[in-house]
Each structure stands twice: as C-alpha cells, then as structure tokens.
C-alpha cells in the first residue's frame, strides 16, 4: 500500500503563506536571543555544578533554595517533571555558576552539607543510608554484627553490603528508601541484620544521584567546539550538493537548514529552555535530516527536468513535491513519533534533546518544501529578467538589409 498515491497538490501555491511563518518564527527568536543576551547555555558550556537530587516525596524547592541562599550560595533549582514514575520522580536539579575552577569543589560540598544538615539526621553518630556507598557501609557494619552475634566472613558482609545499595539504587526505590521493612527481602538480611542497621544507620529522605562538575574554560572550549561543528556540517554539505548538482541546488540546501537551525535555537529561547551538549547532537542531526530531506526533493526534480523540458518549473517541482509525498510522510512521520515519545517520556535528561528533534523534524520537512524549492524558482525568474533586460544582438538578416540599404542609398547621392 502507497500512501498519497497520484497526489497533485499545490505546495508552491503556499509558499508565500509558509515563508511569512518562517520570517515571523525567525524574527522572534532573534528577538529573543537578543533581549536575554544569547541562549541560556546549560553546565556544559558556562560552567558550574549541577547536582541531581532525588526525594522520598514531592521535594521542597522553596525550602532547598532558601536553605542554599542561606549559605550564600546562588542556585537554580528545577523540579523534574518528566513523569510521575520512574527514576525521575520527585527528583530536582540544583545548578550554580561559578566564576573559577577552585570553587567547583567548594560549591558541591556546601549543597551536599546543606541538604544533610537541612534533610538529615545526626551523621556524627549514624551512617546515612540513602547516600553512604557499599564499602562505607560494609566498615559501618563489620563490628556491630559480630557484637549482635552475627557471624559473616568479609567476603560475605561485602556482598550484604552491595546487595543492600543495589536494592537501593534500583527502581522503584532509585536512591531513597521510606523503610526499612523494604530491606527485609534483600538476601542476606535477617531480622538480627535489619536490627543493627536501624541502630547504625539513619534514612534520610533524598539521594544524592549525580553531580556534575565542568570548569568555564572547558565550558568555553566546548562552545567553540559545538559552533565549529555545526558550521563543518553545512560547509560540508554544501561542497557535496554543488558538486552533485548545481551550486544553486547546494545554496537552496544549506539557506534551508540555516533557516531550520535558527528557528530551532530560537524556539530554545523562547522556551527558556537550556542549550547543551545533547542538543547541539539534537542540531546536528536535525542539519542531516533536513539535508537528506532535501535531497530527495532536488534528486527527484532533476530526474523530472531530463523528463519533461517542456513543462514550467513551478509546475515540475510541484510534481516532484508530490511524488515523494509518501515517502516525507512515512519517514517523517514515524520519526516524529519517536522523537516525540522522547519528549513525553524520555524524562529530563533527555527533555532538551528530544525538543530539538521534534521541531527540527517539523521545520526540516516543511523548508524542504516551501523555503528550499521556491529558492530554485526566484533564481529561474532572477536569471530570466536579467536575460531580457540584456540587450539582444541584431539577426544576421537585419543586418544584411540595413547594410544594402545604406550602400544604395550612398549611390543615389
């Protein structure tokens, strides 16, 4: 079965409609980008601390912010809302900038002691189990065990320990456990075990998941980098259209994925959505699908052009338009689906990326059509006018006729 088989739809009717959407769509994430002073660069570019935070309950952000404020430590802190279950539940992010690499270290054991000592118990007297690794917790328990008359050789209490942290760590818990009755089915923990563990340890109500740590320099470097690989990527690609076509077709193409690119990174802006290393993946994939895109649209109005000589070129690349109409639709689609589940599910890691691809798709499939196609038109008409504008030489016969009439007019006089 051929989805939209023999369609004869006039795209290029549309076009002016299509191009006013992109000149607005362009021009408010200039704007946008303009009056926030560039994009909103996450950890990996401007550098800083970022700690993954996860709780037993819905977390406190007022209560995290003003606990942080109060160590003079400026934060963002975002509630994770990338779905009710799973390891994204009830979990924030807390970010800070920082100005040197000296205090990256600094400013991730104020937010560590912070959340302990706002969120905690007495850690002085207790081990906390939410957040102690296997091996702290193996040397927390070595000695109270064997006086509790709980015999276990090292080997043995090693692995109690990484069962007990693994059981911790995996879903549906991912971090915090609410009670300790839970642990009651892990292997190797008897009621004698569970016994010294309420004794020795405390849980408290978050985990720490993960901190990340980038220096500005490297954030910096990394902005370079990301820019220069955006920047290869069209000139790349414009080198192998030129030669592979015409430069017009290369020109319409790489005009296209700029024009994709900026309302991407505009719809960032709008959004106040973070710009970091998973989106600039997000970019370069979206410059190779729209470039592929594309492709397919030229490739097919230059097997047409051998076809039919004959037939207006508006005409010809609307017919080519609808000939590979069921093949953007499926490949399109399906994709769009995909990266729209991502967006919907993928939680907040991948909620940047997943944004990326799901407008690139959009706007790559549609500048294929109304931004990339009518390029060839407007430079057609451009070369024409230019053609009549250019004076004309004289035919051969004219020529001869004005010649004989000035010779006879010679002998006459």
């Known amino acids: 079965m051929q989805l939209f088989k023999n369609t004869n739809f006039d795209f290029l009717g549309w076009k002016w409609p299509f191009i006013g959407l992109s000149l607005l769509l362009s021009a408010s994430g200039l704007v946008s980008l303009w009056v926030k002073g560039g994009p909103r660069y996450g950890i990996d570019f401007r550098g800083g601390a970022l700690m993954y935070v996860r ?3 819905k977390p406190p952000v007022d209560k995290i912010r003003s606990s942080l404020n109060r160590q003079h430590l400026q934060v963002d802190v975002t509630e994770v ?6 390891s994204d539940a009830n979990t924030v992010i807390i970010g800070t900038d920082v100005r040197s690499d000296q205090e990256l270290n600094r400013a991730r054991q104020i937010m560590q002691q912070t959340l302990e000592s706002t969120f905690g118990a ?9 957040n102690a690794g296997a091996g702290a917790l193996a040397d927390r328990l070595r000695d109270p065990l064997q006086t509790a008359g709980v015999s276990i050789s090292e080997p043995d209490l090693q692995s109690l320990a990484s069962a007990i942290t693994s059981f911790r760590d995996t879903p549906p818990h991912s971090g915090v456990i609410a009670d300790y009755n839970a642990l009651a089915g892990v292997p190797g923990v008897t009621p004698k075990v569970l016994a010294v563990l309420q004794q020795q340890t405390f849980l408290a109500p978050f985990n720490i998941r993960s901190t990340e740590i980038v220096g500005p320099k490297i954030g910096a470097d990394l902005q370079h980098q990301a820019f220069m690989a955006v920047m290869y990527a069209l000139a790349g690609m414009l080198v192998y259209i030129a030669f592979r076509f015409e430069w017009i077709y290369g020109v319409a193409a790489v005009v296209a994925v700029f024009h994709d690119t900026i309302i991407t990174l505009g719809l960032f802006s709008l959004f106040n959505k ?8 997000a970019l370069l994939t979206l410059v190779g699908y729209s470039m592929n895109d594309t492709i397919v649209v030229f490739d097919r109005i230059r097997e047409n052009l051998k076809l039919m000589r004959r037939e207006p ?4 690349i609307n017919r080519s338009v609808n000939q590979t109409l069921s093949r953007t639709v499926l490949t399109s689609g399906l994709t769009l689906l995909t990266a729209l589940s991502l967006y919907l599910f993928g939680g907040e890691v991948l909620n940047g990326f997943a944004f990326g691809l799901v407008v690139g798709i959009i706007v790559g499939t549609y ?4 931004v990339a196609s009518p390029i060839l038109i407007f430079w057609q008409s451009f070369m024409e006018s230019r053609k009549r504008r250019k004076p004309q030489p ?3 016969s004219a020529r001869l006729q004005r010649e004989s009439v000035g010779r006879g007019t010679a002998k006459v006089k």
Request: hydrophobic fraction near 45%; avoid cysteine.
């Open 81 to 86: 809302t990338g779905g009710s279950v799973g």
């Open 313 to 316: 070129l508006e005409s010809l």
């Open 122 to 130: 007495d850690t002085s007297s207790r081990l906390d189990l939410s």
């Open 274 to 281: 973070e710009i970091s290393l998973t989106v600039v993946a």
């Open 367 to 370: 500048s294929s059509i109304f």
């Open 55 to 57: 709780f037993v309950g």
């Open 394 to 396: 004289a035919p051969a």
